[in-house]
């Protein structure tokens, strides 16, 4: 009597592992669908294939993915039209779904950090790439990439505090050299809010080097560091050193694009 009242609970239970495998199924057949979508630049098309692949099996972590790297496809960098924005936002919020499954998927967080970068946050993106140190703790870029937004905070600053005071340089406002020193109150105002950065953004271009040597990028935003280190500087003799440093990094960034255009040009020959 017993095995005859558990039959229609085993039919049932049958009946569901095999709907499950069948989903799982048609979710893989999905995902490939929109892999081709996506390799045939269709990227609408492609995003809609994932969705139902993660409909049908919500664990299908390759597929998350792939529906935040098609969104971000339809995403202009840095356009600020409302229905780009919300491109962007959207992106973003399929990405940290990604990171719900899997807390340090690195395409996620670098991909959330360009995102931000490109849409000028740019503390919420430097945020993203020191959680990827903690994961990657010898890849270049990621320290590259903390120098780059660490100037990109600092540099409008100096330059708005210049424009106020009428000391700026239409020339090549890049390089402070060219220009005369910020007057001493407004000087210790800049190494106040901009100080910190500038260490931070030294120390991570430099690690950033010291892991790759022919790092040209970082060499050149080296060589801008510098450059907004000189014009904190109180000491005449500490900002002259800077600009020399600046320029010997400016002219060793040079060199090396020099070398590596003239290295690609053989190969392809």
Known sequence: MKLQRLAPF??????AFASFGCNKLKARNELNKGVGSFRNGQFQEAINHFQRAIDLDPSLLSARLYLATASFQLYVPSGDSP???????????DFEDV???????????SSIALINYYMKNFEKAKELQEKRIQIEPNNPEVYYWIGQLDWDMVYPRRMQMRKDLNISNPKDPLKPDIFPPLP??????LAEKNGPLVEDGLKALQKAIELKP????????LNLMYREKADLEADPAARDADIAKANELNEQANNLLKAQQEKAAQTSK
Do not use: S
Request: proline share 2%.
């Open 184 to 189: 001493e109150k407004a000087r210790a105002e």
């Open 10 to 15: 085993c039919g049932v239970l049958l009946l």
């Open 83 to 93: 229905d780009n924005i919300k491109v962007g936002q959207d992106t973003i919020k």
């Open 214 to 221: 022919d790092y040209n990028e970082a060499i050149a935003y």
């Open 99 to 109: 990171l719900k499954y899997d807390p340090n998927n690195v395409n996620a967080i």
